[in-house]
C-alpha cells in the first residue's frame, strides 16, 4: 500500500496497475477503497514473477482481462513492492532514459563478492565486484518493446527468469541504460526489514512540521517565536490564518503529506478550531495510513482568565480527541498562561 501511496501521488503517472496473488485481491481492493487510492487496478497475478509481469501489461493490450481497456502507454514502469522508498527521481530518471534507449533499470553497487561452488561444494571461482552491479527496480521500458518481448518467452523464460531487461536484450535486441540507483532501493527481504521500514517511515514522517497561527503577533509574539524555534530542528510550514482565509494554502500542505501540526490560538474558542483543522484533514487527499499529530496551542493572554477556565478547554479536547484518535488522528491540548 505505501508503494500504491506514493505512485498515485505523481501526476505524470496515469494508470498504477497493481498485481497480487489470487487470494489476495479482495484484501488489495479493500485497500484501495479504504484509502482512497486512485488511477489503480487491480490484476490476478500469475505463478511465477515473469507471469505476474506479463499479465500486468496485457491490461493495456488485451480487452478480456479488464473491465474496460486502458490507453496503451508509450513508456510502462515495471517496480516491486519489496522496494517501498523509491522517489520520483529515480522514476524519472529510467523513464526518460527508457524513452532514448528502449529500456532502462536501475542498478547499485554490489555489497558481497559473488562466487561459484563446485558440486561437491567447493569454492570454483569468484566474481570481480568492482565489475558487476546488483539489478534493482524500478525498470522502464518503451511498452512495445516490453510487451513483445514477454509474447515471444517460451515457458522456461516465463517459469524460471527473473530480469526483465534480459527479455529486452534477448528477444528485441534492446540494450537497457544502466542508471544508478539510491540507497534506499533496498529490498525488503527478510522479517527483520520490517522493522527498519517502519522506522524509516516513522523517521520521515517527524521531519515536517506545519504551524498554523490564529494571533496576531504584536499581542502574542510567543506564537510566532514558535516556528522559529522549530525551524533549527525539522522543517518547518508557517501559515497564518488571516493569509489563508480560503483554506486553499492549507489544503495544498495536506495534498503534500505533512503528518505534523501545530495550531496556535488565542481564542476561547480553541476546540473549535481544532475542529474545524480536523475537518480539514478528513476532507483532504492525504490517506490516514500513518496517525496525523495535530497539537492545539491556546495562548491565555487575559489576566481576566482563571486557569480553571484554560483547565476546562483542554477537558474538551481531551474528549475530542479521544473520538478523531479512532481515525488515525492524534489531538494534544496544551494551554500557555501568557502575560
Avoid at 502507454?73 to 532514448?100: C, G, N, Q, T, Y
Avoid at 504551524?211 to 533549527?232: H, M, Q, R, W
Avoid at 481564542?267 to 475542529?275: M, P
Wanted: charge should be neutral; include cysteine.
Amino acid at each position: 500500500s505505501v508503494s500504491v501511496l506514493f505512485f498515485s501521488r505523481i501526476s505524470w503517472i496515469s494508470d498504477i496497475i497493481v498485481v497480487v496473488s489470487p487470494e489476495n485481491i479482495e484484501t488489495m481492493k479493500a485497500i484501495i477503497e479504504k484509502y482512497g487510492h486512485k488511477k489503480v487496478v487491480v490484476v490476478e497475478g500469475g505463478i511465477t514473477r515473469h507471469r505476474s509481469i506479463f499479465n500486468g501489461l496485457k491490461v493495456f493490450a488485451e480487452k478480456e482481462l479488464s473491465s474496460h481497456l486502458l490507453q496503451k502507454p508509450e513508456v510502462v514502469i515495471i517496480h516491486d513492492a519489496v522496494r517501498p522508498f523509491v522517489d520520483e527521481d529515480i522514476l524519472s530518471r529510467v523513464v526518460m532514459a527508457a524513452k532514448e534507449h528502449g529500456a532502462a533499470g536501475a542498478i547499485r553497487p554490489l555489497v558481497s563478492t559473488v562466487i561459484a561452488s563446485t558440486a561437491d561444494g567447493c569454492l570454483d571461482h569468484s566474481l570481480e565486484r568492482a565489475r558487476y552491479r546488483a539489478s534493482e527496480m524500478p525498470q522502464a521500458f518503451l511498452f512495445d518493446i516490453i510487451y513483445e518481448a514477454y509474447q515471444q518467452c517460451t515457458d522456461y523464460d516465463l517459469d524460471y527468469g527473473t530480469e526483465c531487461l534480459h527479455l529486452a536484450l534477448k528477444y528485441c535486441k534492446t540494450n537497457a541504460k544502466l542508471v544508478e540507483g539510491t540507497a534506499d532501493l533496498w529490498k525488503v527481504t527478510y522479517k527483520r526489514d520490517l522493522y527498519a521500514v517502519e522506522s524509516i517511515i516513522k523517521d520521515n514522517l517527524s521531519q515536517e512540521v506545519c504551524v498554523i497561527t490564529n494571533v496576531k503577533e504584536d499581542v502574542a509574539p510567543v506564537g510566532f517565536l514558535l516556528p522559529e524555534a522549530l525551524k533549527s530542528q525539522i522543517k518547518v510550514e508557517a501559515v497564518s490564518i488571516s493569509q489563508s482565509k480560503s483554506g486553499s494554502h492549507l489544503l495544498n500542505i495536506f495534498s503534500g503529506q505533512c503528518y505534523n501540526f501545530v495550531c496556535v490560538n488565542d481564542k476561547k474558542c480553541a476546540i473549535q478550531e481544532t475542529q474545524k483543522l480536523v475537518d480539514m484533514l478528513e476532507k483532504s487527499d492525504i490517506p490516514l495510513l500513518y496517525p496525523v499529530v495535530l497539537i492545539s496551542v491556546h495562548l491565555n493572554i487575559s489576566e481576566n482568565n482563571s486557569f480553571s477556565i484554560g483547565m476546562e478547554e483542554l477537558t474538551s479536547i481531551k474528549k475530542f480527541a479521544r473520538e478523531i484518535k479512532k481515525k488515525n488522528i492524534l489531538v494534544y491540548g496544551l494551554l500557555i498562561q501568557y502575560k
